[in-house]
Structures are given as structure tokens and as C-alpha cells.
């Protein structure tokens, strides 16, 4: 028999599990700019093909968008880099206007500052509950500097580090 779990307890109790944060970015063949959006649950999956895993909430309405760009880049986002978390989690129409980011020459958008860089594509998706859970190969990767941004009980940060809201 399956207890029921209250959504806030749930929220709460996992909030404990410190993640990384993750601007997912792609450009679509019709697209005036990138596409992007964050996530916290960005990780490894497979060593041998080299695979991650990330999942996205059904109600995004940037993920409709940048599934079809088939291939992006995970930038890492450093210890700083709260702007930029805040900016890709908006409903602005043009998020990257006041981002710092470059092309790379396999096409993705590389957010400028990050920890590191992961360009995958995109292989295939499974329902997980009200989220969408992406499988994606990686085909480059590459190391920033610094530390990386934290997400911990509902706020940001580095390591050693006041957490930020």
C-alpha cells in the first residue's frame, strides 16, 4: 500500500538535495534567437555511448520550442551567474537580450561564464509524471572556471558562499 505524499512535503524534503543549475539553449532553423531554459536536474546517465539525462515540467513553453532545435548546449552556470538563471527562467520573449553568450562552431549558444560546457543531442524522451524526461548523446564537452551555482532550499549560491535569492 502506497502512502499519499503532500506536494509541500515533498518540495520541502527534497529542497535538502543541493543541485547544480543547468541553462539548457538551442537555436531553431526559423529563430531570430535562442531558445533556453534551466534545469536542476541535469546529470550523467551512461559513460559508453556518452549519455545525460535532464527533465523538463510539461507546462514549459520553451521546451516545444527547443526540442526542435535537436542539438544543444548545457552551459553550466557558475557561482554569479544568478542573472542569468533569472533571465532564462522568465517569460520574456528574447531571454538572452541583456545574456553574454557566443556561438559555438557546432552551432549551439554557449552561455559566457559558465562552469562547463556539455553539447549534446537530443535522442529521446519518456514521460515522468507531470515532467518530460530528455536522454540526450553527448557529442562535445569543455571545463570554465570557478565554482558552480548551487540551487539549495530554494536559493542560490556557491560553495562557502551566502546563498542568494
Request: with cysteine.
Given at each position: ?6 506536494q ?13 543549475v543547468?541553462?539548457l ?31 523538463v ?7 516545444p520550442k527547443l ?12 557561482a ?13 520573449p ?34 515522468g509524471g507531470?515532467?518530460?524526461i ?9 571545463t570554465?572556471?570557478?565554482d558552480p551555482?548551487?540551487?539549495h ?13
Amino acid at each position: 500500500m502506497h502512502t499519499a505524499i503532500d506536494q509541500a512535503h515533498f518540495r520541502d524534503v527534497m529542497g535538502h538535495l543541493p543541485t547544480g543549475v543547468v541553462a539548457l539553449c538551442g537555436l531553431t532553423p526559423t529563430a531570430t534567437h535562442p531558445h533556453g531554459l534551466v534545469v536542476g536536474t541535469f546529470q550523467s546517465l551512461s559513460l559508453e555511448p556518452p549519455l545525460v539525462t535532464f527533465s523538463v515540467a510539461h507546462t514549459s513553453t520553451t521546451w516545444p520550442k527547443l526540442r526542435t532545435a535537436r542539438r544543444v548546449c548545457a552551459s553550466v552556470l557558475a557561482a554569479g551567474q544568478e542573472d542569468v538563471c533569472r533571465a532564462l527562467s522568465s517569460k520574456q520573449p528574447n531571454k538572452f537580450a541583456d545574456i553574454d553568450w557566443a556561438l559555438s562552431d557546432l552551432g549551439t549558444p554557449r552561455i559566457a561564464g559558465a562552469h562547463a560546457w556539455i553539447e549534446c543531442d537530443l535522442t529521446q524522451e519518456l514521460e515522468g509524471g507531470d515532467h518530460v524526461i530528455v536522454v540526450a548523446r553527448v557529442v562535445r564537452m569543455a571545463t570554465g572556471w570557478g565554482d558552480p551555482l548551487i540551487f539549495h532550499k530554494g536559493r542560490l549560491g556557491g560553495f562557502g558562499a551566502p546563498s542568494m535569492v
